[in-house]
């Protein structure tokens, strides 16, 4: 165990970052996208007992695969429907991908220096951090991407890594639509000319396809437009017309705001790493060019679809220091106090911006929220006037339905019983049914009314 016990130190010293994933978490109300929905999901889960067949707002949700809805339903299932519950998954994975690129560093390029000094700048990274700290799938995806990268190499080392990999290599898949087949090209170098025979792989392949095979299977039997909806979510705004350029130069500017002063140093480890002639650097490449060449076709791409190359990134830009340090025959001792100055420096800058910006800020209760949990209490059909059904929904627990200002007085002229949410212009809308209603409850500019 001896020679494990730096590995278990330099673990410990990363797990003191949690405060920058959790404190505060659970403090300000969850946003309609994609908090509010995704924890109402993961809710539907707990409340159907079905795990497989996701639903919302009384209807089949198959935007996205069901392990990310997993891992938060059994957050909400031990700490309650709260933001705390909705937020914890993507917050701990987010921590433990810290540990994950530690460890994929140092199987990279044996290294716990570069390992170290790549996890500890992680948490700078602003969006991977924002979004590790909301209720969403990006941080869980970029955990899977991770973990399956360092399962693979393992288990391109040792066969008993073959199953666990296999494992979460189907997580991977399960957790957003067509974005891990992104993945392939890596796991083909990664697996290239290994000792193991085509046999050696039925077992896991097997697995992949019960887990992966068998809930596609099902959701095309339960859904006929399955299939249709998954391709055009997964390839969103995908296009041979599209404007190349216009997209690369979108791209760029999102991944340089989503990982802010690790973008140059970056993309100068994914180049200069290649001229090294090792098969980690060449990892790297593959992952970060298989996974920008879909995106420069569509003109969908947001900035948080960019978060899983963040850690590539990180890992590039302190794998190719190291490698060129090393090839310069520095001594080791003035490497790693180099990479991790360079680390230190450039996160402090970073994580002291982000922490006034989105960490250490004031609770926030939305008035969406406070309106919503009050109609929790009445029975009636509840209605809103506005953009925020998700919100809505998770602190109602009702069903919920969208009014135009034409079907608000519809429904004001009709006999029907009902709770509505609107603002001034919609009181203003049904004045002259003022004998038809009361109110309830205001919060800022919305009003809670019963419609009597």
């Known amino acids: 165990m001896k020679k494990y016990w730096p590995d278990v130190l330099i673990i410990l010293l990363l797990l003191f970052s949690a405060p920058v994933f959790f404190y505060k978490l659970g403090e300000s109300s969850l946003g309609s996208f994609d908090e509010a929905w995704y924890g109402d999901i993961a809710r539907n889960i707990l409340k159907t007992g079905d795990f497989l067949h996701l639903s919302w707002n009384g209807d089949a949700y198959i935007d996205h695969p069901p392990a990310g809805f997993w891992l938060i339903a059994i957050s909400e299932k031990i700490l309650g429907s709260n933001e705390l519950a909705v937020r914890f998954i993507p917050a701990f994975l987010g921590l433990l991908s810290m540990v994950v690129l530690f460890l994929l560093g140092k199987e990279f390029f044996n290294s ?164 090294f002639r090792r098969k980690s650097f060449i990892i790297l490449a593959a992952f970060f060019f298989s996974f920008l060449i879909p995106a420069i076709f569509s003109h969908k791409v947001h900035i948080w679809h960019l978060i899983p190359l963040h850690p590539i990134l990180i890992l590039a830009f302190f794998g190719f220091g190291f490698s060129l340090m090393e090839k310069l025959k520095i001594n080791r001792i003035i490497v790693g106090v180099v990479l991790i100055a360079v680390s230190i420096y450039f996160s402090g800058m970073q994580i002291r911006q982000a922490w006034f910006q989105f960490i250490n800020i004031p609770a926030f209760i939305s008035d969406e929220a406070i309106l919503s949990k009050e109609v929790s209490k009445y029975s009636e059909p509840f209605y809103i006037d506005g953009d925020f059904q998700q919100t809505a929904i998770f602190y109602s627990g009702k069903i919920v339905k969208k009014l135009s200002h034409g079907e608000i007085l519809a429904k004001f002229a009709g006999d029907e019983k009902f709770l509505l949410i609107t603002k001034q212009d919609g009181l203003e809308l049904v004045k002259q049914y003022k004998d038809k209603y009361e109110i309830l409850k205001t919060d800022r500019d919305k009003f809670l009314i019963l419609k009597k």
């Open 112 to 275: 716990r220096i570069v390992g170290f000094a790549s996890a500890l700048a992680l948490p700078s990274s602003f969006w991977f951090l924002f979004r590790a700290r909301s209720g969403n799938l990006d941080v869980i995806l970029t955990f899977f991407f991770l973990l399956t990268i360092y399962l693979a190499v393992k288990a391109s080392k040792e066969k008993k890594f073959l199953l666990p990999w296999s494992v979460s290599l189907s997580f991977l898949f399960l957790t957003k639509t067509l974005i891990p087949i992104t993945l392939i090209p890596p796991l083909i170098i990664i697996f290239w000319k290994t000792k193991y025979s085509i046999k050696e792989f039925f077992g896991p392949g097997v697995l992949f396809i019960l887990i992966v095979g068998g809930w596609l299977i099902n959701q095309l039997i339960y859904s006929p437009n399955f299939l249709s909806h998954y391709l055009g979510i997964g390839l969103p705004g995908v296009d041979v017309k599209t404007d190349f350029q216009a997209n690369f130069l979108l791209i760029k500017e999102y991944l340089h705001s989503g990982i802010g002063k690790w973008f140059w140093p970056g993309i100068l480890g994914i180049f200069g790493g290649v001229f």
